[in-house]
C-alpha cells in the first residue's frame, strides 16, 4: 500500500503561482512513477502531468505546457507540481496518484494509489 497526501492548494488570482506538494507513505516510493490529475466541477478528471520514478522523464497535456511542471525528491518521498501563470481554467480539485508503469500514464486507470486531492482556485 502507498499512502498519498496532497497540500499546497489554495486561492490565487490570475497569473500567479503555487506549488503542490504529494508525500507518500508505506511502499517504496521510489518504485512508483507518479501522475497528477485534476477535476473541475462537473467535468471528468483529466490528466495533468507525469513524472517517471527517477524524475528524468515528465510529460505535460497540452493545456499546461510551459505553465505547470512536475518534480519529485524521492529522499523526502514527495513529489511536486508548480503551478505557474495560473489561470480561471485551472481551477479543478487536483489529485496526486501512483503507478507501476515506469514512466505513469495519461490516463487514470493505470494508477494504483490515488490522494485525496487539494483545492486550487484561480480568481479572474
Known amino acids: 500500500q502507498v499512502q498519498l497526501v496532497e497540500s499546497g492548494g489554495g486561492l490565487v488570482q490570475a497569473g500567479g503561482s503555487l506549488r503542490l506538494s504529494c508525500a507518500a507513505s508505506?511502499?517504496?516510493?521510489?518504485?512508483?512513477?507518479m501522475g497528477w490529475f485534476r477535476q473541475a466541477p462537473g467535468k471528468e478528471r483529466e490528466f495533468v502531468a507525469r513524472?517517471?520514478?527517477?524524475?528524468?522523464?515528465?510529460y505535460n497535456a497540452d493545456s499546461v505546457k510551459g505553465r505547470f511542471t512536475a518534480s519529485r525528491d524521492n529522499a523526502k518521498n514527495t513529489v511536486y507540481l508548480q503551478l505557474n501563470s495560473l489561470k480561471p481554467e485551472d481551477t479543478a480539485v487536483y489529485y496526486c496518484?501512483?503507478?507501476?508503469?515506469?514512466?505513469?500514464?495519461?490516463?487514470?486507470?493505470?494508477?494504483?494509489?490515488w490522494g485525496q486531492g487539494t483545492q486550487v482556485t484561480v480568481s479572474s
Open positions: 496518484a501512483a503507478s507501476r508503469y515506469p514512466t505513469g500514464s495519461e490516463i487514470s486507470r493505470y494508477y494504483d494509489y
Open positions: 508505506g511502499r517504496t516510493f521510489s518504485g512508483y512513477a
Open positions: 513524472i517517471n520514478w527517477s524524475g528524468s522523464t515528465t
